[in-house]
């Protein structure tokens, strides 16, 4: 029989994951910080990759535009409309709102636009990714914004 307590001896936690500098590009991770108010731009992450974040303090609106709307909020370059929200409007479509608490984790899926909102003094991490799983969901933005470049040549 084993004695009443036993000691384990903790492995050593696995190396820090790096990736090759060719793929750096591919991932963005950051803390941020941002006062009561603070509104950030319309975005979608990098290469139109997920997006997670996890709220460590505060409380933050997101304001989501699914991908098959995204022509409407973003040009052929992929950059925001100035009035993509009155573009949403016109066409009906009313993009999805809701609050991030501490604690909680959002995925957002590839190709999503987002805009932050800090409701108050807020302290989250984020990480905006291509891997295997969103890598192909880019391409058929790419080709737009390609064939677009090719227009106006």
Same mark, same amino acid.
Do not use: D, G, M
């Given at each position: !029989? %084993? !004695?009443a307590t036993t000691a384990?001896? =903790?492995s050593a936690p696995p190396p820090p994951v790096q990736l090759p500098p060719d793929r750096q590009a591919l991932c963005q991770r950051f803390v941020g910080i941002s006062p009561a108010g603070a509104v950030s731009g319309l975005g979608s992450g990098v290469a139109w990759g997920a +997006?997670? /974040?996890?709220n460590i303090c505060g409380? +933050?609106?997101w304001t %989501?535009? =699914?991908s098959q709307h995204s022509r409407l909020v973003a040009t052929d370059a992929a950059e925001p409309h100035p009035n993509w929200r009155e573009r949403l409007d016109t066409a009906g479509v009313h993009p999805i709102e809701l609050d991030q608490h501490p604690g909680e984790i959002l995925l957002i899926p590839p190709g999503w636009y987002f805009q932050?909102? /800090?409701l108050t003094d807020t302290l989250s991490i984020l990480h905006h990714f291509v891997n295997a799983a969103t890598a192909l969901s880019p391409l058929p933005r790419l080709d737009a914004i390609v064939s677009a470049l090719r227009a106006r040549l």
């Open positions: !029989p %084993l !004695p384990v001896a =903790p +997006t997670w /974040s996890i409380v +933050t609106r %989501l535009v =699914p932050t909102e /800090s």
